[in-house]
């Protein structure tokens, strides 16, 4: 929300959460930007219908639990609203396909919001890969490697709903956040396709045994049972060849990290610390900094908003990815993601 109060020609016109508090704090903080105060809905969590019936709306923003993310974009739709999703959007191949034919068949835009990929690194490395830096992209590498475990036994935001998808899934639950920036510089849907994915899960033990440390006997998050691996694998081949391994880890004690490798035949960039290695231009068998490689290969989209991002969540990348949106729906230009 407060991004989009700062990007140009947006105008909130609704606002809806099931709680009624949330509903209005957030019409308060448009009102308080000197805008109208936008329209309420909180009469459950189906009453996001009723305001795609009711309003006079462009797009359909929504940042929910993961299953509320279909629903939500295809009532958008239905209703002659562009509708745009927090990652992961869908989780079933049925409702993957639900999106793309409502999308055609209403001809309205449906957008994946995968903030990560507008990362300031991750659009260096792309502008790199564009210029032909790296030369010719053979694999590449991403993943989700954050210790969510506080998170997810808390008894407010996320840890209300995210847990039970460990209890139900097992697989890659959030993979585009480090697939996204590599599937990008890799060219998927512009030249390139995913052709074929293997994936493998260790046991899952990080949660049992944080629920055994952290909550007293006869609790019943110690009665739960977790299919959940705790590192998922996935290993993927696209139709030119080219190799992707994607990492999940969200079980268990570790830093952060989104792993990103892009690696072609005259060098590679590698995440987390970030680090460049460019055959004749590095030392020989020494990494460089990636930071020395900002002020020629910095991308122009952060060059140009630099000062209008600083303070956005996510060290910028969250006000870019909204400001793309609306760029793009505004002046009829196709969307960065689809």
């Given at each position: 929300?407060?991004?989009?109060i700062?990007?140009e020609?947006?105008?909130?016109?609704?606002?809806?959460?099931?709680v009624?508090?949330?509903v209005?704090?957030?019409?308060?903080l448009?009102?308080?930007a000197?805008?109208?105060?936008?329209?309420g809905?909180?009469?459950?969590?189906?009453?996001?219908?009723?305001?795609c019936e009711?309003e006079d709306?462009?797009l359909?923003?929504?940042?929910?639990?993961?299953?509320?993310?279909?629903?939500?974009?295809?009532?958008?739709?239905?209703?002659g609203?562009?509708?745009?999703?927090?990652?992961p959007?869908t989780?079933t191949v049925?409702?993957?396909w639900?999106?793309?034919?409502?999308?055609?068949?209403?001809?309205?835009?449906?957008i994946?919001?995968?903030?990560?990929?507008?990362?300031r690194?991750?659009?260096?490395?792309?502008?790199?890969v564009?210029q032909?830096?790296?030369?010719e992209?053979l694999?590449?590498?991403?993943?989700?490697?954050h210790d969510?475990r506080?998170?997810?036994?808390?008894?407010?935001?996320?840890?209300?709903?995210?847990?039970?998808?460990?209890?139900?899934r097992?697989?890659?639950?959030?993979p585009t956040?480090?697939l996204?920036?590599?599937?990008?510089?890799?060219?998927?849907?512009?030249?390139?396709?995913?052709?074929s994915?293997?994936?493998?899960?260790s046991?899952?033990?990080?949660?049992?045994?944080?629920?055994?440390?952290?909550f007293?006997?006869?609790?019943?998050q110690?009665?739960?049972?977790?299919?959940l691996?705790?590192?998922?694998?996935?290993?993927?081949?696209?139709?030119?060849?080219?190799?992707?391994?994607?990492?999940?880890?969200?079980n268990?004690?570790?830093?952060?990290?989104?792993?990103?490798?892009?690696?072609?035949?005259?060098?590679?960039?590698?995440?987390?610390?970030?680090r460049v290695?460019?055959?004749g231009?590095s030392?020989?068998?020494?990494?460089?900094?990636?930071?020395?490689?900002?002020?020629?290969?910095?991308?122009?989209?952060?060059?140009?908003?630099?000062e209008?991002?600083?303070?956005?969540?996510h060290?910028?990348?969250?006000?870019?990815?909204?400001y793309?949106?609306?760029?793009c729906?505004?002046?009829?230009?196709?969307?960065?993601?689809?």
């Amino acid at each position: 929300m407060r991004n989009l109060i700062r990007v140009e020609g947006c105008v909130l016109k609704a606002v809806g959460d099931i709680v009624p508090e949330k509903v209005t704090r957030m019409q308060d903080l448009v009102a308080a930007a000197g805008y109208p105060r936008p329209a309420g809905y909180s009469r459950g969590p189906w009453d996001f219908v009723r305001m795609c019936e009711e309003e006079d709306l462009d797009l359909v923003y929504n940042a929910t639990p993961w299953e509320w993310h279909v629903p939500i974009c295809l009532a958008a739709m239905r209703n002659g609203k562009h509708a745009a999703t927090e990652v992961p959007a869908t989780y079933t191949v049925e409702d993957c396909w639900d999106l793309v034919e409502h999308a055609e068949k209403y001809g309205k835009h449906c957008i994946m919001m995968e903030n990560c990929t507008y990362g300031r690194m991750e659009m260096m490395v792309f502008n790199m890969v564009r210029q032909g830096v790296f030369g010719e992209i053979l694999h590449g590498e991403g993943g989700y490697l954050h210790d969510l475990r506080s998170v997810k036994f808390s008894p407010e935001g996320e840890g209300l709903w995210r847990r039970a998808h460990s209890m139900q899934r097992n697989g890659n639950l959030y993979p585009t956040h480090g697939l996204g920036p590599v599937a990008n510089c890799i060219g998927i849907n512009r030249g390139d396709r995913f052709a074929s994915l293997v994936s493998m899960s260790s046991p899952s033990r990080g949660l049992q045994l944080y629920a055994r440390e952290h909550f007293p006997e006869g609790s019943p998050q110690r009665q739960e049972r977790y299919v959940l691996g705790d590192v998922n694998t996935s290993l993927i081949s696209t139709a030119n060849g080219r190799t992707i391994c994607v990492s999940h880890d969200t079980n268990l004690p570790r830093p952060y990290s989104r792993v990103h490798v892009v690696q072609g035949t005259r060098g590679l960039f590698q995440g987390y610390p970030d680090r460049v290695y460019i055959e004749g231009r590095s030392k020989s068998d020494e990494w460089d900094p990636a930071d020395a490689y900002l002020a020629e290969f910095d991308h122009p989209l952060w060059k140009q908003m630099e000062e209008r991002s600083r303070g956005a969540g996510h060290g910028g990348m969250d006000y870019l990815e909204d400001y793309r949106l609306i760029k793009c729906l505004r002046e009829g230009l196709p969307t960065d993601m689809n």
